[in-house]
Every structure is written in structure tokens, then in C-alpha cells.
């Protein structure tokens, strides 16, 4: 089956460590995205990527950093420089032009 | 900045009726217009998508879009108690690469 899938499903930080979240995709989808949920708030874009070995910036990118190194596959690191790392983290993909974005099942990054 | 919005809710109906959700958007050159279906805890499902004006049937599902007055919605007929979720609106925004303009989502319970 073609999907997004997220790993791992929980993760947890200790000060001062990076972590790196997965997102892999089979659905040959061109550009891949990045969002992060706050609980009762809504989703905001911290990277995205149209094509491989080329990423952008989003809303709130302090703190994060991409790769974008093969078409399936675009990891999220969460570095110590982002002070307030607990949320839901989202990944997405979508073809390019008026195609709606699909999800994957996510992953829950606590401090602790 | 462009924008999306929704009643936050909660937006309460009984079972077997119709549930009614909005959304506003700010950019009239707006082209295409996505619904999503989150459960607590869980990420969002693509659920409708439209792009021209008029309605736009799946199911239970009806989009409507009106494009004169930047407002589209989701009727859900025949509501069932396992449709009690967050909906969210979204809008695609192109000069970030695609990236979904999310609303706050309107949170929906049905009432056995």
C-alpha cells in the first residue's frame, strides 16, 4: 500500500540533543512538507521541499533543520536550539500544482 | 498574510442530522480548497477537495464552494457519532511552495 510513514511514533529529548524524526514516502510524490501541531492550535509550516537536494524555509524554522537527499525521504532534525520542541510533528506529501497533501500517522516529541 | 477561518466550535448536532462547518478565506486568488477530518490525537485525513464553484458530492459529503464571497463549506448528511472530529479548512498558498493555510478547525460532536 502507497502511504507516509513516520518514525518513531513517540520520541523523547534530553536537553542539549538533537533528534532526528523520519519521514519516508511511496507514493512518488514530488514535494514533502513539514508541520508541527500545539495542542488545541492549528498547523504551522516549518520546511518544505519541491524537489530533491533543494528545501526552503517555512513559518518557523529556527531550530529545525532538512535533508533532501533522495525523492522518498525528507527527515526532520530538532535541534537544541529549538527551547520549546514539545509537539506533534507532521509530515506531508503531495504532486506539485492544485493536489491536496496527504499526512502521515505523525510523531510526538516530548522534553524530558 | 493570508488567512483562513473557521468557527472554532464546539458545533453539536444529533444523530442523523446535518452538520454544517464554514470557512472564509482571505485570498481571492485562491484556486483549490481541502477538507480534512482530524481525530483527537491522530493526524488529518483528506476527506474533500474542490476547486470550482458549486457543490461537489462524495458519500455523505457535500463541498461547496463560492468564490465571489471567498466561502466554502462541508455538509455532513445523515451525521453519525463516529464523525465527532476537528475539521479543518485549508487553502494552499503557492508563494510557499504549496504549503496548506490551515483554519483553527471547527470541532464537531454527535449526539446518539
Known amino acids: 500500500d502507497g502511504g507516509i510513514t513516520q518514525s518513531p511514533k513517540y520520541l523523547f529529548r534530553k536537553e542539549g540533543q538533537n533528534v532526528t524524526l523520519s519521514c519516508e514516502q511511496n507514493?512518488?510524490?514530488?514535494?514533502m512538507y513539514w508541520y508541527r501541531q500545539d495542542p488545541g492550535q492549528g498547523l504551522r509550516l516549518i520546511y518544505y521541499?519541491?524537489?530533491?537536494?533543494?528545501?526552503q524555509k517555512g513559518d518557523i524554522a529556527e531550530g529545525y533543520s532538512v535533508s533532501r537527499e533522495k525523492k522518498e525521504s525528507f527527515p526532520l532534525t530538532v535541534t537544541s536550539a529549538q527551547k520549546n520542541p514539545t509537539a506533534f510533528y507532521l509530515c506531508?506529501?503531495?504532486?506539485?500544482?492544485?493536489?491536496?497533501?496527504?499526512f502521515g500517522d505523525g510523531t510526538r516529541l516530548s522534553i524530558l | 498574510q493570508k488567512e483562513v477561518e473557521q468557527n472554532s466550535g464546539p458545533l453539536s448536532v444529533p444523530e442523523g442530522a446535518i452538520a454544517s462547518l464554514n470557512c472564509t478565506y482571505s485570498?481571492?486568488?485562491?484556486?483549490?480548497f481541502f477538507w480534512y477530518r482530524q481525530y483527537s490525537g491522530k493526524s488529518p485525513e483528506l476527506i474533500m477537495f474542490?476547486?470550482?464553484?458549486g457543490d461537489k458530492e462524495d458519500g455523505r459529503f457535500t463541498a461547496q464552494l463560492n468564490k465571489a464571497s471567498q466561502y466554502v463549506s462541508l455538509l455532513i448528511r445523515d451525521s453519525q457519532p463516529s464523525d465527532s472530529a476537528t475539521y479543518l479548512c485549508?487553502?494552499?498558498?503557492?508563494?510557499?511552495?504549496?504549503?496548506?493555510?490551515f483554519g483553527q478547525g471547527t470541532e464537531l460532536s454527535v449526539k446518539p
Open positions: 506531508a506529501s503531495s504532486f506539485p500544482g492544485d493536489q491536496p497533501q496527504h
Open positions: 507514493l512518488n510524490h514530488d514535494a
Open positions: 521541499s519541491q524537489i530533491v537536494n533543494d528545501f
Open positions: 485570498d481571492r486568488g485562491s484556486q483549490s
Open positions: 474542490i476547486y470550482s464553484n
Open positions: 485549508a487553502v494552499p498558498d503557492y508563494n510557499q511552495g504549496g504549503k496548506l493555510i
